[in-house]
Nanobody, 121 residues
Framework: QVQLVESGGGLVQAGGSLRLSCAAS????????MAWFRQAPGKEREIVAASASNTYYAESVKGRFTISRDNAKNTVYLQMNTLKPEDTAVYYCAAAVGLIYYIDPTRYYYWGQGTQVTVSS
């Protein structure tokens, strides 16, 4: 079993920054693919960034968001800069089985509870 706990969401003005954290427990973190997804009201859950043997970014966040991980702390981060109102969503951390990532959210077994990010214009 894997437990994921996100933190760091909040309200920020457009152009501002936030850093999300996801603390993981229950398995070997260094051999686990980790991803951030988001879901806005009325929209499907979409991948934002992922970290496995390499990293992945959605086109909409490239150059603005950075995913990183601290394997010693079993934590993955999402640094979000130059935030836009369209980044407003609930952000979820997800863990894969193995050092791999998937674009499809249904491929992930483990999810955090989500953290709200609201960007005002």
């Amino acid at each position: 079993q894997v437990q994921l706990v996100e933190s760091g969401g909040g309200l920020v003005q457009a152009g501002g920054s936030l850093r999300l954290s996801c603390a993981a427990s229950g398995r070997t973190f260094s051999s686990t693919g980790m991803a951030w997804f988001r879901q806005a009201p009325g929209k499907e859950r979409e991948i934002v960034a992922a970290s496995a043997s390499n990293t992945y970014y959605a086109e909409s966040v490239k150059g603005r968001f950075t995913i990183s991980r601290d394997n010693a702390k079993n934590t993955v981060y999402l640094q979000m800069n130059t935030l836009k109102p369209e980044d407003t969503a609930v952000y979820y951390c997800a863990a894969a089985v193995g050092l791999i990532y998937y674009i499809d959210p249904t491929r992930y077994y483990y999810w955090g509870q989500g953290t709200q990010v609201t960007v005002s214009s």
